[in-house]
């Protein structure tokens, strides 16, 4: 099947009658829509479920089914909605640096480049709590500042570097270059992220999404951040799996009722206990 523009952006709350052009106002504008209402998560790499990153296989799950998914399913759903719309993307690799890895890790991350009259833009709706909900302009050593955050990227032997300011100091998150990536290089990272045992993917149940109004919400296992446009913090710890469920639902627009991709309450719960048994926190 091909990507149903209309529904697409009936999934991401898009207004009703705004045209899109391929130009960076509604590059913008769609990034962030994407960001606030298709919701980073996990569960069915906790649940052991088979995730398809194939154009059918994301459209089930993420329009159909009302879901959302991590960056090979958020990034190449994104990919096809701007190629509908007419934008030059390409689909690109990261090694991601967030937990500063003493050797350089594989290239597990998917983001996209978006070239607009000749400037080139790093697009990212699936990087989880530090996903930059607008696209960066790909020019080294500029702060740039979004609704999200403060971001930077500098250039080095190997390519690019995106880090985030956090707490007044440049955190690197991620490395890529721009060598344009496959559906097979993606479906090889894909299995690896999902299956492997040491994977962050498989030892937290993770969740994020941006609010039109600038904040944020984050999900670790049963800790629940709000972040306001302001930047004020919340945080709270949900009580148990069925608090969990609902927030599932109601914070972060997951679908836990799909006949295909739902999940069942005493599901998570069991799911849940054998995270927190196993040492995660």
């Known amino acids: 099947m091909g990507l149903d523009t209309g529904r697409y952006l009936l999934r991401i709350g898009w207004p009703v009658g705004e045209l899109i052009a391929p130009d960076i106002q509604s590059l913008r504008r769609l990034q962030h829509f994407h960001c606030c209402n298709i919701p980073f998560e996990n569960l069915d790499v906790l649940f ?117 300011l956090d707490r007044n100091k440049w955190a690197p998150l991620y490395q890529f270059d721009e060598q344009q990536q496959y559906l097979s290089d993606f479906q090889m990272a894909n299995h690896y992220v999902a299956t492997w045992p040491t994977s962050h993917f498989r030892h937290h149940l993770l969740a994020s999404r941006y609010t039109l109004e600038g904040g944020q919400y984050r999900l670790l296992n049963y800790r629940l951040t709000k972040q306001l446009a302001s930047g004020e913090t919340h945080v709270c710890t949900l009580p148990n799996h069925i608090a969990l469920w609902r927030c599932l639902q109601d914070i972060f627009k997951i679908n836990v009722t799909s006949s295909q991709y739902g999940i069942a309450s005493d599901e998570l719960g069991r799911v849940m206990t054998h995270l927190l048994s196993s040492g995660t926190r």
Not at 84 to 110: E, W
Request: a neutral charge.
């Open 48 to 164: 052991e479920r088979t995730i398809g990153v194939d154009k059918d296989a994301l459209i089930r799950k993420l329009i159909e089914a009302g879901r959302g998914g991590y960056c090979y399913e958020l990034n190449g759903l994104f990919y096809q909605a701007l190629q509908a719309f007419g934008f030059q993307v390409t689909s690109l690799a990261a090694r991601v640096l967030i937990s500063r890895p003493q050797a350089m890790p594989a290239r597990t991350h998917q983001l996209l480049r978006v070239i607009l009259n000749e400037d080139a833009w790093l697009v990212d709706v699936g990087f989880g709590g530090q996903t930059p909900c607008e696209p960066l302009l790909l020019q080294a050593d500029i702060i740039q500042t979004t609704r999200c955050g403060s971001w930077r990227l500098s250039q080095n032997q190997d390519g690019w570097l995106l880090s985030v």
